[in-house]
């Protein structure tokens, strides 16, 4: 039965829970696995968030000043598209 269980702490909980009688070692055993399997998957949703905040943090700390295009129409009727930044004088 503690096969079912993969985390120690676990394990360890379900023989201080474990009693004579069978049944009930099997409800407390189902219970210990569900919980588990929850515990598991909300730790790795906090890594990976923890993980793409701390990606995020590093991002914006590296990246350059996005400038905004310009658009113009040209004399023949078409258009340029280009940043052109204002010169500081």
Same mark, same amino acid.
């Given at each position: 039965?503690?096969?079912?269980? &993969? ?17 009930? &070692? ?14 598991? &998957?909300?730790? /790795? ?5 923890? /993980?793409?905040?701390?990606?995020? /943090? ?10 905004? /295009? ?20």
């Amino acid at each position: 039965m503690k096969d079912k269980l &993969n985390i120690s702490h676990f394990k360890e909980l379900y023989k201080s829970l474990k009693t004579p009688f069978p049944p009930l &070692n099997w409800l407390i055993l189902g219970m210990l696995v569900g919980l588990e399997q929850r515990w598991v &998957n909300l730790k /790795a949703e906090q890594t990976v968030d923890m /993980a793409i905040d701390e990606y995020h /943090a590093k991002m914006d700390e590296l990246s350059e000043p996005v400038y905004k /295009a310009l658009i113009e129409e040209t004399e023949d009727g078409g258009f340029t598209i280009g940043y052109f930044p204002e010169e500081d004088e």
